[in-house]
């Protein structure tokens, strides 16, 4: 059997526990692969080379031989596989098949672990999970229509952003393998999965029961119309977002025009939301000529919401275009339908005005301040290209907390509350050799988003002193008097640049922490 052809029938999850208790034993595990393979075969994996794990797994334990079977796809004598397997239930369930005298898998298991160290394990399409989901047009093929692809980059960065708060509700829309609805599980009482794609739902099931993980309602259809006018706590979508001509692959071409399938899914997403509950989303949006690209976000942002918008990345049209026929496979086929393809790329974005493409986060929340009017919204939409720190949900909760206290904080405000250095910050002073004063001093976030802020001396020495102790007033009139400033003038000038500090998580506010009211006394005044 071709690893291109889908197979007749998906497995049945009726033995999946004794599958699951087979696979732990043998240590087929994140960690147990590490073990095995060594850390080079093991990153090799990541770059979709898999000649260093067949090298590794030349044995027979039954290790080995399940990293062949479902890691790397490798048919395998039937003695050996009933000796690492319960041989007679993987084939009835479906798992693996048999031709003459040698047994072969008909899905994907790659070991997955979770944010607790949980042993998960995702399903996905032979041949679409090695690697991660780096396109399912590899080996030579183009892509199937309905493939399923497993773990790959942007499904683990979605997870790693997700707000992980205990709730009653969430949706994974588009759930394509399962893998958020996985992670929605371990904290949300009821998890609903859809996909267009009918076989996702099937293969959420299976992620969902090998990974001994409750299980969630699948439904089939398109965006929100499956869940007619439920509303959630949480939604999270990887959505086919690619920018594409035509909607050819399911997994990954939206099939609208442009970037429409992400902007209606942000815009719906308001009104599926309760109070105080978050959508997070994966998306591409053109840069239009003409149009500033943050405009064309903000006009996503549904009402009643704040959002968070985050561009990590951004590809000219022709960078882009290569990348999506390489992921499908096009670029092995014949050079002529290669071209052509190219061209017809070009032509939907010349017709459209789209010089780039951008790649990044949304977050929406739903926020009853704000659609009752009594606070602006908070949008932010901000390009952030360099390294950042996962799991960023806490970072992203965070990020939402500081807006409702900025929001119901003016100068005055700030200047009579107490704040503390977050503890992951650093100082670094610049300058040249041998200076008596830095040019100027940095400070710098060591995890989240890492950012770095300028300062000058006086925010220097102000987050210095913070340690929760003393208003903001009152440090900054000891600063006065120390540097020789009139605490007036201070007392006018640096509340924005407090704001600034709060607002990017290099202050935090005393009653973020422990809800302590500020001494008597401390009233800024």
Known sequence: MST???????????????????????????????????????????????????????????????????????????????????????????WVVREDDTVSATVDIRPYGGPDGEDWFIVSDLGC??????????????????VVLGVGGASTTLAGITVRTPVASALDLGTGSGIQALHAAQHTTLVTATDLNPRALDFTRLTLALSGAREAELLTGSLFEPVDGDTYDLIVSNPPFVISPGARLTYRDGGMGGDDLCRTLVQQSGERLNDGGYAQFLANWQHVDGEEWQDRLRSWVPAGCDAWIVQREVQDVTQYAELWLRDSGDHRGD?????????????????????????????????????????????????????????????????????????????????????????????????????????????????????????????????????????????????????????????DRTPQAIRLLVEEGFLLPVGDQDGAPAPEGEDGA
């Open 4 to 94: 291109t052809s889908l197979p007749p029938r998906l497995p049945v999850p009726a033995h999946a526990v004794r599958l699951r208790e087979t696979l732990l034993a043998a240590d087929f595990t994140a960690d147990g692969l590490l073990d095995l393979l060594g850390a080079p075969a093991y990153a090799a994996l990541a770059r979709s080379e898999t000649v260093p794990a067949l090298r590794a797994t030349r044995g027979d334990s039954a290790l080995e031989t399940l990293v062949r079977l479902f890691l790397l796809q490798r048919s395998v004598g039937h003695e050996r596989a009933a000796a690492a397997l319960p041989l007679d239930e993987a084939l009835a369930d479906g």
């Open 129 to 146: 999970a090695v690697g991660g989901a780096g396109g399912s047009g590899k080996d030579g093929r183009q892509a199937e229509e309905a």
């Open 335 to 491: 050079p002529d339908a290669y071209g052509e393809a190219y061209g017809r790329w070009l032509d939907e974005f010349e017709a459209r005005g789209t010089r780039a493409v951008g790649f990044g986060w949304i977050t929406i929340r739903r926020n009853p301040a704000v659609a009752s009017g009594a606070v602006e919204p908070s949008i932010v939409v901000e390009e952030w290209p360099h390294p950042v720190e996962q799991p960023l949900g806490p970072t992203v909760r965070a990020h939402f907390e500081r807006q409702d206290y900025l929001r119901t904080h003016d100068d005055a405000s700030l200047l009579a509350d107490r704040f503390t250095l977050a503890p992951e910050v650093v100082q670094e002073q610049v300058g040249l050799p041998g200076a008596e004063d830095p040019e100027h001093v940095v400070l710098r976030q060591n995890r989240g988003m890492r950012r770095a802020t300028r300062v000058d001396h006086v925010g220097a020495g102000f987050a210095g002193v913070c340690d929760g102790t003393l208003s903001a007033g009152r440090i900054l009139d000891a600063i006065g008097q120390l540097m020789g400033e009139d605490p007036v003038i201070l007392r």
